[in-house]
């Protein structure tokens, strides 16, 4: 066993949730008069928090109070609609149970709200999960590795027992702030050659490569 626990990032890494958020962000851009995004604009615009990909898909210059409603609007419909299409990837339930019968520690660290977070890790991870961070207030969010350091706070591992796991440029930055290895998965938001680019060395066709490189 090369390390005792394995951070997990949650959106394009364990859950397919791109559908619900594409629909939360144009309810949002409806409600507020503006126009829609389509789906890969919407994957372009995640991996940095919700207010991020608001701030991505307002057009620009969009002034600051319509910008909050829009985000408002975006957080009171995704809280409600997070599980309506979403979904583990294929063999991500099986890659789970497999690493928690080997005795790995696991948590997910997620730049999404924290409700969010809470309420997919209570449907798909119950049990197999040890820790589940979300956006916090007065925490930096990836990629500063703080989200990190505090699931390794609470799952007690150092950081040389610890690797991490996503599918973007930000996760790979993460991991390289709080001093973790990474493996990079093909199956999320962002294309191999996307990866490459932006760093990633140890990749990951599916979720069953990732028993063999941990």
Partial sequence: MKYKAIIFDLDGTLTDTLEDLFISV?????????????????????????????????????D?????????AFCAHYVIHCQDHTRLYRGVASLLTALNAKGYRMAVVSNKLQAGVTELAGTFFNGVIDVA???????????????????LSQLGISTDEAVYVGDSDVDLQTAANAGLPCISVLWGFRSRDFLIAHGATVLAETPRDILSLV
């Fill in 26 to 62: 144009n309810h949002a851009l409806q409600s507020c008069g503006l126009p829609e995004r389509n789906l890969d604009e919407v994957r372009r615009f995640v991996g940095n928090g919700v207010r991020k990909l608001i701030e991505r898909a307002v057009p620009e210059g969009t």
């Fill in 64 to 72: 600051t109070t319509l910008l909050e409603k829009c985000f408002d």
């Fill in 133 to 151: 961070i979300g956006e916090l207030p007065g925490v930096p969010r990836k990629p500063a590795p703080d989200m990190v350091l505090m699931a």
